[in-house]
């Protein structure tokens, strides 16, 4: 299957700062993006669809000034939790869809956990 | 309803015993369908998909969909230890967009 990367794993950080997670589809080209936060034993819960040269679309509930995404190539987009507050802290999961012949399939990376203190 | 309902589990299975989870799906329209595995504090990994009616097999797991039932399933055939983990089936729907399903919790017992 195809490869998607997600850096930084994991990161801890102090209330008030911002942190930007990176997401890239290494083997094939992602013209979207989506971004998911998952809690403790609850599923995936999409936050936002990234499109690469437009302006991402938010799920109902999730602020757009506090999460930022830039999907600025075809391989590579960028999630900032700005100002972030410890109930930010979750584990933050990217996908990439490849689009081929029949159909499309989501890729996920590898998640970043993250912890604001 | 929620768009895609799957039994939360857990689901228990002895070793080498076939494991069943089952999906279904609100949206007539969706035409493709997917199973992820999550291991616990891992990020979910594709299994298998599938875009037609009938069944598809890959090595030990065998997806079948029902698009008439709005019904899609997971067959593990001998189940080992380290297929213990949750199972997430996803729906494209037909409004562009993928829906996941809350997840079967899995535990093959030695």
């Known amino acids: 299957g195809a490869v998607v990367s997600q850096h930084p794993s994991r990161v801890i950080c102090k209330s008030g700062t911002s942190v930007k997670i990176e997401c890239r589809s290494l083997d094939f080209q992602a013209t979207t993006m989506f971004w998911y936060r998952q809690f403790p034993k609850q599923s995936l819960m999409l936050m936002a669809t990234?499109?690469?040269?437009?302006?991402?679309?938010?799920e109902q509930g999730v602020e757009k000034d506090k999460f930022l995404i830039n999907h600025a190539s075809l391989t590579l987009s960028t999630l900032t939790v700005t100002s972030a507050h410890p109930e930010d802290s979750s584990f933050y999961i990217c996908s990439a869809r490849e689009e081929r012949g029949a159909g499309e399939t989501q890729y996920f990376g590898p998640g970043t956990r993250l912890l604001v203190l | 309803q929620k768009e895609v309902e799957q039994n939360s589990g857990p689901l228990s299975v002895p070793e080498g015993a076939i494991a069943s989870l089952n999906c279904t799906y609100s949206d007539r329209g969706s035409q493709s369908f997917f199973w992820y595995r999550q291991y616990s504090g891992k990020s979910p990994e594709l299994i298998m998909f599938i875009y037609s009616n009938g069944d598809k097999e890959d090595g030990r797991f065998t997806a079948q969909l029902n698009k008439a039932s709005q019904y899609v399933s997971l067959l593990i055939r001998d189940s080992q230890p380290s297929d213990s983990a949750t199972y997430l089936c996803a729906v494209g729907t037909s409004y562009d967009k993928v829906i996941f399903g809350p997840g079967t919790s899995l535990s093959v017992i030695p």
């Open positions: 990234s499109n690469e040269g437009s302006k991402a679309t938010y």
